[in-house]
């Protein structure tokens, strides 16, 4: 079974500081992929990134970069000089291929991140 | 645009009554989702279709029911069987069978029992 972990429920941060978002993730397929969604007020999830079991690489996209580690099971999200707008919820999901046809997108509980302006 | 539409983005039920909540998306996409978020327990799957006429169960299936008749259309509808269905649900599409393809979401329908 796959399963996400995000054991931060809330983080609150002052405007311009960093801030890290763990996630922890469990699966015993080899080929997986791992996703970070924000979800703002409004509701509704906006993709973030993806990444794949076989790149390792760190990604930086402005301000939002992301650390995947295999050999601790992390996937984990910083925002470097938040801002207001990154208050939102912030979502980490695994999908993985059960069969072809049935692959399943399985998400963490989230992270509810507040910036103080 | 292309994108998911849900509708209503509120509503109300009556103890004992069905609802259906519509979902629709103009994406061309195969697979359609709808998961039911509640606080601190994040999204978790109640029905997935990855075709026309074909879906699944996912987690916490039980007091749904759902359809997919058009490609375009997935609507689910909750039961008088669901006996806690106050919460938040959201609808998403993904392209083809592929697990490592995003998904798209749907605003919402929050749907309280009054």
């Known amino acids: 079974a796959q399963k996400v972990t995000q054991a931060q429920t809330e983080i609150s941060v002052v405007e311009k500081e960093d801030v890290t978002l763990d996630c922890v993730y469990e699966t015993r397929d080899t080929t997986y992929y791992l996703f970070w969604y924000k979800q703002p007020p409004s509701g509704e999830l906006v993709f973030l990134i993806r990444?794949?079991?076989?790149?390792?690489q760190n990604e930086i996209s402005g301000r939002y970069s992301w650390n995947f580690q295999k050999s601790t099971s992390s996937f984990n999200f910083t925002i470097t000089a938040s801002q207001v707008v990154d208050s939102a919820v912030y979502f980490c999901?695994?999908?993985?291929?059960?069969?072809?046809?049935?692959?399943?997108?399985?998400f963490g509980t989230g992270t509810r991140l507040t910036i103080i302006p | 645009d292309g994108g998911i539409t849900q509708s209503p983005k509120y509503l109300f039920r009556k103890e004992g009554q069905n609802v259906t909540l519509s979902c629709e998306q103009n994406l061309n996409h195969d697979a359609m989702y709808w998961y039911r978020q509640d606080p601190g327990q994040g999204l978790r799957l109640i029905y997935y279709?990855?075709?026309?006429?074909?879906?699944q169960k996912g987690d916490i299936a039980e007091g749904y029911s759902v359809s997919r008749e058009k490609k375009e259309s997935f609507p689910l509808t909750v039961t008088s069987a669901q006996k806690n269905p106050t919460a938040f649900y959201l609808c998403?599409?993904?392209?083809?069978?592929?697990?490592?393809?995003?998904?798209?979401f749907g605003q919402g329908t929050r749907l309280t029992v009054v």
């Open positions: 279709s990855q075709i026309v006429n074909d879906f």
């Open positions: 990444r794949n079991s076989f790149d390792e």
């Open positions: 998403a599409s993904r392209t083809g069978r592929l697990a490592n393809t995003e998904a798209f």
């Open positions: 999901a695994l999908s993985v291929a059960i069969n072809f046809g049935n692959e399943k997108l399985t």
